[in-house]
């Protein structure tokens, strides 16, 4: 059963958030935002001394390649309307930081493969169902899924994050100093759950969508905006975002922010999971992974 701490799936609530804001900026802007390489991204991007990459992999714990067996294609799955994770080029193609980073890893192993974009909500069933082999797509894992699904090593997890205005912001700020002041957050997520239980002390004005918690932020009616860090540092770099920076550090609770993404395979297949856990360690030393990050994330979630 789920907590009723938590009303609906992180997910979902992620998904619904970015999508709803990238509606508001304008998917085509965006997009080409997205599409350019860190160095043509530096009048929205974080000063390299503050732009942090986040690290998943120990260094201490390294992973052997396996055999993989006779040759074979390896078919990966996704969407194409959530980005930076995954979404259309202008071409008619699909890209993304998933979507990319698989095909690092098929470069990485030397395999054959291809990226097929299929409607979101049927993913799970087209994996299930042998339709694929991978899913590359922004579904947080969850105990509920390690029971019908094989997963990867984590490569993704999307913290939760203050924003305020940029005079505002200081970098050292912890939850206690926020007493009595007025953070806005969206209704119904675990964001929200996450305030009401550990932070009390604060003052929470509840909006319907982020667009409503910014315009909270904007008029003074709320000091702080506490949400995804992914859909807020897309604020960030969007247009406008200039007048907004976090505050504080990431916050990482997986009771309410999940476990993060991984690729997602048929239990059946272990051997291609430990081939892609190989493959993603070696992507992170050999900077491929910082690489992607930055590209599609000209502002640091972290």
């Known amino acids: 059963m789920r907590s009723p701490l938590i009303p609906t799936p992180p997910w979902r609530q992620m998904r619904t958030m970015i999508?709803?804001?990238?509606?508001?900026?304008?998917?085509?802007?965006?997009?080409?935002?997205?599409?350019?390489?860190?160095?043509?991204?530096?009048?929205?991007?974080?000063?390299?001394?503050?732009?942090?990459?986040?690290?998943?992999?120990?260094p201490n714990v390294r992973v052997e390649r396996p055999d993989l067996g006779p040759p074979r294609v390896i078919r990966f799955l996704t969407d194409d309307d959530f980005p930076p994770m995954h979404f259309a080029t202008p071409e008619g193609g699909v890209t993304g930081f998933s979507v990319?980073?698989?095909?690092a890893v098929c470069e990485k192993l030397a395999l054959s493969c291809t990226i097929q974009a299929r409607r979101f909500d049927t993913l799970l069933d087209s994996l299930a169902e042998g339709r694929g082999d991978v899913l590359a797509a922004a579904i947080p894992v969850t105990s509920e899924l390690r029971s019908r699904f094989a997963a990867s090593q984590i490569y993704h997890r999307s913290p939760a994050r203050l924003l305020t205005t940029r005079g505002n912001a200081r970098t050292d700020l912890e939850f206690g100093a926020l007493r009595g002041t007025r953070v806005a957050v969206i209704s119904g997520t675990a964001h929200e759950a996450f305030l009401e239980r550990l932070a009390p002390f604060i003052q929470r004005r509840a909006a319907p969508d982020l667009q409503a918690a910014l315009a909270l932020l904007r008029s003074g009616d709320a000091e702080y905006?506490?949400?995804?860090?992914?859909?807020?540092?897309?604020?960030?770099?969007g247009r406008g975002g200039s007048e907004f920076a976090f505050a504080g550090g990431p916050y990482l609770e997986a009771r309410y922010f999940g476990e993060g993404v991984g690729f997602l395979l048929r239990k059946d297949d272990l051997a291609l999971q430990r081939a892609i856990d190989y493959a993603l360690q070696g992507l992170w030393d050999d900077g491929t992974y910082a690489r992607l990050?930055?590209?599609?994330f000209p502002v640091s979630p972290f």
């Open 19 to 58: 999508a709803r804001f990238a509606d508001a900026l304008a998917m085509s802007a965006l997009a080409c935002l997205l599409l350019l390489p860190a160095s043509g991204a530096k009048a929205q991007a974080q000063p390299a001394a503050t732009y942090v990459v986040p690290n998943y992999w120990d």
């Open 100 to 103: 990319e980073l698989a095909r």
């Open 225 to 237: 905006v506490f949400g995804d860090g992914v859909a807020l540092a897309l604020t960030i770099a």
């Open 293 to 296: 990050f930055i590209r599609f």
